[in-house]
């Protein structure tokens, strides 16, 4: 009978000593989604407000048509490097790469190279860039009122198989690679 005892006891404190470890496991869980949430609203927030600042000057979201842009807006940035970019990892280091340096041979979007020309390089804060690029992964874009049209009329097969015309420049002069990478304006 003793023996019975002490296994009894023995067996309510394993089982007591392992229900504790559960419960630590889970409010560690709890924590680091906690944390991860915060540094997601974090990167929310200032992502937006630096997309805002540093980007729609240019890309502008409040155009009334495609011929009142100097770039490509970034909802069709986005899908293009989402083409070639599917985890955000990647998204966010290809379009870091990018903006810090954009030089033509390294352009995904040619049709907008041809539209608008090379994207000047600027004196952003790679940080910044990561952090609007984390951002535009994330979220879903504002897009201007004429976006979706122009994107259907340009790519009726699928984006990459539009009337985008390569290295084509604005007088229609060029190699004419014809990916249909892009974004081409008549």
Same mark, same amino acid.
Request: hydrophobic residues 35%; charged residues 20%; negative net charge.
């Given at each position: 009978m003793e023996i019975l005892k002490k296994t009894s006891v023995l067996v309510m404190l394993i089982a007591l000593l392992f229900s504790c470890n559960t419960e630590k496991k889970e409010a560690k869980n709890t924590d680091h989604k906690i944390v991860t949430d915060l540094v997601h609203a974090n990167t929310n927030e200032n992502g937006l407000k630096l997309l805002q600042q540093k980007c729609y000057a240019c890309h502008s979201i409040t155009s009334k048509s495609h011929d009142e842009i100097i770039a490509p807006p970034m909802i069709a940035v986005k899908r293009?490097?989402?083409?070639?970019f599917s *985890?955000? $990892?990647?998204?966010? *280091?290809?379009l870091t790469s990018w903006v810090m340096n954009p030089e033509e041979q390294n352009a995904l979007m040619r049709g907008a190279i041809s539209n608008f020309n090379i994207m000047p390089k600027q004196p952003f804060n790679e940080d910044e860039i990561r952090i609007?690029?984390?951002y535009m992964?994330? $979220?879903?874009?504002?897009?201007?009122?004429?976006?979706?049209?122009?994107?259907?009329?340009e790519h009726p097969n699928g984006m990459g198989n539009g009337n985008g015309n390569g290295n084509r420049n604005r007088n229609g002069n060029g190699n004419g690679m014809g990916r249909g990478n892009g974004y081409h304006r008549n």
């Open positions: 293009r490097y989402q083409m070639s *985890n955000e $990892n990647d998204f966010v *280091n290809g609007i690029a984390a992964y994330q $979220n879903e874009l504002e897009a201007p009122s004429w976006f979706e049209q122009h994107f259907t009329e």
